[in-house]
């Protein structure tokens, strides 16, 4: 009796401060994974949460696993595999196997870490269309890995505090990366030894907020390339990459952005208030779209299917919101 | 006939004379006729009817033709000659009339003929019929006849005879066991009737016999009990002698300080507690025989008017609550009865109490000591607990906060789980309780003790389904025992360690033990400010504990306390929220960070962190020897989180001039992850601070 009430009530009180870090979309379109601050990755079924007769059930995880010992920073997928990260190695689960609810570590990948008190984490991971992980880790590098022989290939140094996000740029051949240390660094994949162009947003009146640090969390670039959306302690700024200059800073006073993406004409945004923020490509706030945790690390759109194409957007709360329309929240789903 | 006869006559006559016609043969008789008598007359007449017989019917048809038609010639001649004139016409004439009469005459004849011959055939046909209908009779007889003695058959074929009825042994085995005589299997063997008899023969032998053994044993039995009374006369006998030579044991027993007397009285008085104060009593003694020599456990009350109200057992099982009271009482309860109306009386009889009780001390090792009365109340069929806490000397502080978290009524609150002891466990009693007009069985809680889950769980009480009464299950006593015994021991040691630490904490100092110091930095700048106790209005007031008020956590039962932590120009509040079952269920903490601006769970990272540290891993902070730290320990982790989060703000905030917090705490990394977490986790093998 006591037991179980001890059980249950810790089980309250880790929901009460659960934070999901990240979150992917299986290659099927039907399911979600999202990963957390307790190590657990969580599967959701979208089919069913969105099925015309879902009732409180259907919203609830699917299947819950332990993953790593610490807290897991980013899911990613492959056809086969999702990929997450975070605390120790990078692992990789089959697809397959999670869905039939008895997920192994089909390869895993040891950053070469050689620091010992500082406990590096990977904030980032972005997979190539050739089958190249590239990794962003807590010690400054960013790491290139062939995911065929699992062996590290490169290591891009230059950042000189830890890596917040990745993105890739120029038809894969180009990994931008964002850090706490206010740069973003674009490098060449096939030559590796200096970044190609680095983006100081802190040193730039137009975005610079010197009282919210110079960190920047999050980057986006756009399918043709010409623009790059970063943000941070710096407010979100667009900057046109031919000239390499700040063009459009977008307004979120007291609020510094984590995640950013180009969706169609517009930016989406979002970051420490509890809400999405639609930005026109002229810096202009389209729409604010409120939802459940006061801070949001992770936004997603779900494109592998096109019945289930949602935005998923998670944070600093228990609950993951759904936004079948873009416009408003659906329902939210209870990481537990 | 007369007139028939006269007509014959003439015609008689006519055919004498006339020779001409058909009926001459039959003119030979006719003068004998003549000539006879009225017999000779009369034989004429049947000779008539013969001759009706005899005659041709078709023969007389075509007689009857040629008369007509000479009738006819006849006539027509006669008109001829009338025609023609002649003289000789009237001679003619005359013969002609008198072949014509002759004619007539002959027609006459065969009319009566013809009658005659119908008569005779309506008779013959009235004959006939009769004769029809006697054989008809005699038909329906038959019938009826053979209806009946089928229905004879019948009874006689259903027909069943006692013996059926008899369950008879199998052939075989029949002709296996029983004499010759009996069986007599020549003649059995083909009749099966004969066989029936002899079995039913063996059975009357068989049942003649087992009567006669049947008789045997109850003279037996007679024999046997008359033995055993003599024997019981002698045994009591014996027992006045067996307690003049305890009596005279005494003496010895107290020189020797060997209390088996005092055991025995006990024990005996164990006999008359209901039937789960009896299991408490017993499982307890066990407890403390077996585990825990410090627990002393008794029987008290009046062992008389336990005895009058009847053996225990069926006290424990009486639901009739008129019955409590026998024969010593009849005249009262007949009373109470008539003006059984009276609310208050009502009252008293639903709580009415069993004449003894158990007490049980536990003994602390701190010296202290928990004094638990058990009492039985009979109508309602639950054990309430009266609770009393005997703190040594030194343990008892005195701190404003602490309030009444040492007083019988809240000391064992919660000691497990949601067990309040506001409610009667047996959900039976809702009924009874509404008769009485008690509306809240809380209310009489100070006239009869609290009715928690465990002290039934004790007794072996279990109320999980509704419309069965309950019964003491010793199996669930035993298995209870030891974990609540430990409970209320960690209770007592935790409320007592609690109370200290409140006490302490409202001097402004937080108290950290010796064995705990490990957990934390030495040099730590935060300070408690202040430590007050919030109602819970206060508390679900507040804008910073929403988070936990909505996650369902917080009861008006639990105690709030508001503990304000100070370094420099930065003030956290902390809303503490304390459960009654505290320990199982450790301290919630709320926090609101001023710096200028409010920083709180909700739009703070950092402060969320610094809750989720405090309120998810306070295992950390529970060290074994000092386990009932946690609530000093918890402030202590705060303050060295409020320190840490200060003086890394600082380095982060990127601002110009010397800040107000110098750097002192060692972390390899100020934040880590897309959070941006801060190092609250301290490393106290190497004195640095990281994250989790």
């Known amino acids: 009796m006591a037991d179980n009430f001890e059980a249950e009530m810790l089980k309250q009180r880790r929901q009460l401060y659960t934070t999901v870090f990240s979150q992917s979309f299986s290659p099927c379109g039907r399911f979600v994974a999202v990963c957390d601050n307790f190590g657990r990755i969580t599967l959701f079924s979208l089919a069913a949460s969105l099925s015309a007769d879902a009732k409180e059930d259907s919203r609830k995880p699917v299947f819950t696993f332990q993953a790593h ?105 180009q990994v931008v990366s964002a850090g706490e240390d206010g740069a973003v660094r674009i490098w060449d994949l096939r030559d590796s030894r200096e970044a190609v162009h ?86 202009e706030l389209r729409s604010q779209v409120p939802c459940t945790p006061p801070c949001i690390y992770s936004m997603a759109i779900n494109t592998n299917s096109a019945s289930y194409k949602v935005l998923s957007a998670a944070g600093s709360s228990a609950k993951v919101d759904i936004f079948t329309n873009f416009g408003y929240k659906a329902f939210s789903m209870l990481v537990c | 006939m007369a007139s028939s006869a006269g007509k014959k006559r003439p015609m008689v006559r006519v055919s004498r004379t006339d020779s001409s016609s058909n009926l001459t043969d039959k003119d030979s008789k006719k003068p004998k006729m003549d000539s006879g008598d009225r017999q000779g007359e009369s034989a004429s007449l049947y000779s008539e009817e013969e001759e009706a017989a005899q005659r041709d019917p078709a023969k007389d048809v075509n007689l009857y033709k040629t008369a007509c038609d000479g009738i006819r010639q006849l006539l027509q001649e006669i008109q001829e000659i009338k025609g023609s004139g002649r003289k000789d016409a009237a001679a003619e004439i005359a013969e002609r009339k008198i072949q014509a009469s002759m004619h007539f005459i002959t027609l006459k004849k065969l009319n009566r003929l013809a009658h005659m011959r119908c008569k005779k055939a309506r008779d013959t046909t009235h004959e006939h019929k009769q004769k029809v209908d006697s054989y008809h009779l005699q038909l329906q007889n038959l019938l009826y006849e053979v209806l009946h003695l089928q229905k004879e058959i019948t009874k006689c074929l259903e027909f069943k005879s006692k013996d059926e009825e008899i369950e008879l042994v199998e052939e075989a085995e029949f002709f296996k066991e029983a004499p010759e005589e009996i069986s007599k299997p020549d003649v059995t063997q083909q009749d099966p009737h004969q066989l029936t008899l002899a079995r039913l023969d063996w059975e009357l032998e068989q049942r003649k016999r087992l009567a006669a053994k049947c008789k045997d044993y109850e003279d037996q039995k007679e024999e046997i009990s008359q033995e055993i009374q003599t024997r019981r006369d002698q045994l009591d006998s014996l027992l006045p002698r067996l307690n003049t030579v305890l009596e005279s044991t005494k003496p010895l027993q107290e020189a020797l300080k060997m209390p088996f007397d005092e055991m025995r009285q006990q024990h005996r008085m164990a006999q008359f507690l209901p039937r789960p104060l009896y299991v408490l009593y017993v499982q307890s003694s066990a407890y403390q025989q077996a585990c825990d020599p410090a627990l002393t456990v008794t029987i008290e009350g009046d062992l008389d008017a336990a005895k009058s109200s009847g053996p225990s057992t069926s006290a424990a099982l009486d639901v009739d609550s008129d019955s409590d009271d026998e024969e010593g009482t009849k005249e009262k309860s007949r009373r109470r009865r008539t003006i059984s109306i009276d609310p208050t009386d009502r009252r008293g009889k639903v709580l009415h109490k069993h004449p003894l009780q158990v007490n049980i001390t536990i003994k602390c090792k701190d010296g202290s000591s928990l004094a638990l009365t058990f009492h039985y109340l009979l109508t309602l069929q639950v054990v309430t607990v009266i609770v009393q806490l005997r703190p040594v000397a030194e343990a008892v502080t005195s701190a404003i906060s602490g309030g009444d978290l040492l007083s019988p009524s809240s000391l064992l609150s919660c000691l497990f789980p949601g067990d309040h002891g506001n409610t009667t466990p047996n959900p039976a009693n809702q009924f009874l309780l509404e008769r009485a007009r008690i509306e809240d069985f809380n209310d009489c809680v100070k006239e009869v003790g609290k009715p928690y889950v465990w002290a039934q769980q004790l007794a072996g009480l279990q109320f999980l389904n509704a419309e069965e009464p309950p019964k003491p299950d010793t199996h669930l006593s035993s298995t209870h025992m030891e974990k609540t015994m430990k409970a209320l021991k960690v209770r007592v040691r935790a409320r007592l360690a609690l109370v200290q630490q409140l006490a302490s904490l409202e001097r402004g100092s937080v108290p950290v033990t010796r064995e705990c110091q490990h957990l934390f930095q030495t040099k730590i700048a935060s300070r408690l400010a202040s430590w007050k106790s919030i109602t819970y209005d206060d508390y679900i007031a507040l804008p910073y504990s929403q988070l936990v008020v909505a996650s369902g956590m917080v009861h008006d039962t639990d105690n709030f306390y508001l503990a304000v932590l100070q370094r420099g120009s930065a003030t956290l509040t902390a809303a503490v929220l304390l459960s009654p079952g505290y320990l199982t269920c450790p301290p919630v903490f709320s926090l609101n960070l001023n710096m200028g601006t409010d920083h709180t769970a909700s739009n703070d990272e950092n402060i969320r962190a610094m809750e989720h540290e405090v309120n998810v891993h306070y295992k950390e902070l529970l060290v074994k020897g000092s386990h009932d730290q946690l609530l000093t320990n918890q402030l202590q982790r705060l303050l060295m989180c409020l320190d840490v989060y200060l003086e890394t703000q600082s380095n982060s905030s990127a601002t110009e001039g010397p800040s107000e917090f110098g750097r002192e705490k060692i972390c390899p990394r100020v934040v880590r992850g897309p959070s941006r977490c801060k190092p609250f986790v301290f490393n106290s093998q190497h004195g640095f601070f990281t994250q989790r």
């Open chain 1, 69 to 173: 010992n610490g807290p897991v920073y980013t899911l990613s997928s492959t056809e086969r595999f999702l990929i997450s990260a975070g605390t120790g190695d990078i692992k990789a689960w089959s697809w397959a196997d999670i869905l039939k609810k008895s997920p192994k570590v089909q390869w895993s990948l040891s950053p070469p870490f050689n620091h010992s008190f500082d406990n590096p984490e990977t904030n980032s991971v972005v997979i190539t269309k050739d089958g190249m992980l590239c990794s962003g880790c807590g010690d400054n590098n960013v790491y290139l890995w062939d995911m065929q022989s699992g062996t590290c290939t490169n290591t891009l140094k230059g950042h000189t505090d830890y890596i917040h996000a990745l993105t890739l740029r120029g038809n894969d051949q």
């Open chain 1, 198 to 283: 680095i983006l100081e947003p802190y040193k730039h009146d137009v975005c610079a907020r010197p009282e919210q640090g110079r960190w920047i969390g999050c980057v986006a670039v756009d399918s043709g390339d010409d623009w790059l959306v970063c943000g941070g302690g710096p407010s979100l700024s667009l900057w046109h990459m031919r000239s390499m200059t700040p063009v459009v800073a977008f307004s979120t006073p007291n609020s510094s952005q984590n995640v950013v993406m180009f969706q169609e004409d517009q930016i989406m945004s979002a970051g420490s208030s509890p809400c999405v923020n639609h930005w026109s490509m002229n810096g």
